[in-house]
């Protein structure tokens, strides 16, 4: 962000927003193979120009690393027996589509939450670590403190609460003051401003916001206010 901007003679805004994760255009076409809604190949890239597509990192990857992405991304608590189907059934034929994928992943999640599809935890997992959101994340949210201006705002819309405990935990730490060793002698108002001041709680989406739109039912918005520190 930073290196983009500066090239533009941008370097200082007034504002970021982020609104993190897959689009819904990504998720309505199948040939992106982000859904198990409708069949499609196996991709999840939000870049197709670049790196593995799900299809074939699940080629390659050992039980205990699909097992590993699967518990991690998804905190699929069947994240033992999905790797060992995926295994299975790639030995008896390489999985290329998204419907495979998800015939396979719900024959080996025993259980059904109320409304999400067996397959959904498997397929966010995967996306994750495809397009390592998260390290993206953690990459991303500094570079836009850097460059806001004092007053400046930094919003974030995350969509799992993997996303927003690091969006969380990063606001937090920014609005913390920073603390001394106990007895040494410094006054609360000699210590230096932290860089972030929290903007109220997180928003969720209303009632009537996820009735018009079910896709912002997960959505959490978060805000800070960047400091003349
Ligand atoms: C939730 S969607 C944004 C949707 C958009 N705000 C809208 O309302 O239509 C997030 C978008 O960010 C893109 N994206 C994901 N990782 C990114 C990255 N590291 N840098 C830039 N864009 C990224 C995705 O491809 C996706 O299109």
Same mark, same amino acid.
Do not use: C
């Given at each position: 962000?930073?290196r983009?901007l500066?090239a533009?003679g941008?370097?200082?805004?007034? !504002?970021v927003l982020l609104?993190l994760g897959?689009?819904s255009?990504q998720?309505?076409?199948?040939g992106?193979g +982000?859904?198990f809604?409708?069949?499609? =190949?196996?991709d ?7 790196g593995?597509?799900a299809a ?7 039980e205990?690393e ?7 991304? !998804? /905190?699929? #608590?069947f994240?033992k ?7 299975? @059934?790639r030995?008896r034929e %390489?999985i ?5 994928? @998800?015939e396979?992943? !719900? $024959?080996a999640?025993?259980? #059904? /939450? ?6 959904t #935890?498997t +397929?966010q ?7 390592q959101e ?11 403190v850097d460059?806001?201006? %004092? $007053?400046g705002r930094? @919003?974030?819309?995350s969509f799992?609460s993997?996303?927003?405990r690091?969006?969380k935990? +990063?606001?937090r730490?920014g609005a913390? @003051?920073?603390t001394l %060793?106990?007895?040494?002698p410094? *006054?609360?108002?000699?210590? %230096? /401003?932290?860089r972030?001041n929290?903007?109220g709680r997180?928003? *969720? ?8 739109n =079910?896709?912002?039912?997960s959505a ?7 400091t003349?520190?």
């Amino acid at each position: 962000m930073k290196r983009e901007l500066g090239a533009r003679g941008v370097t200082r805004v007034a !504002g970021v927003l982020l609104d993190l994760g897959v689009s819904s255009p990504q998720l309505d076409e199948a040939g992106r193979g +982000f859904s198990f809604a409708a069949d499609g =190949p196996l991709d999840m890239r939000m870049d197709p120009t670049r790196g593995e597509t799900a299809a074939e990192w699940l080629d390659r990857a050992t039980e205990q690393e699909i097992r590993e992405v699967i518990s991690t991304y !998804g /905190e699929e #608590r069947f994240a033992k027996q999905v790797a060992g189907a995926i295994v299975a @059934a790639r030995g008896r034929e %390489p999985i290329r589509t998204t419907r495979q994928l @998800a015939e396979v992943v !719900g $024959g080996a999640v025993r259980t #059904r /939450e109320p409304g999400k599809h067996p397959a959904t #935890r498997t +397929f966010q997992a995967l996306r994750i670590h495809l397009n390592q959101e998260l390290a993206e994340l953690e990459v991303t949210l500094p570079q836009a403190v850097d460059l806001l201006e %004092p $007053g400046g705002r930094l @919003a974030v819309i995350s969509f799992h609460s993997l996303e927003d405990r690091i969006v969380k935990t +990063f606001l937090r730490e920014g609005a913390r @003051a920073d603390t001394l %060793p106990r007895g040494v002698p410094v *006054r609360a108002k000699d210590l %230096p /401003e932290p860089r972030l001041n929290l903007v109220g709680r997180a928003i *969720r989406p209303s009632d009537a916001e996820v009735a018009a739109n =079910p896709r912002a039912r997960s959505a959490t918005l978060r805000v800070a206010e960047r400091t003349g520190a």
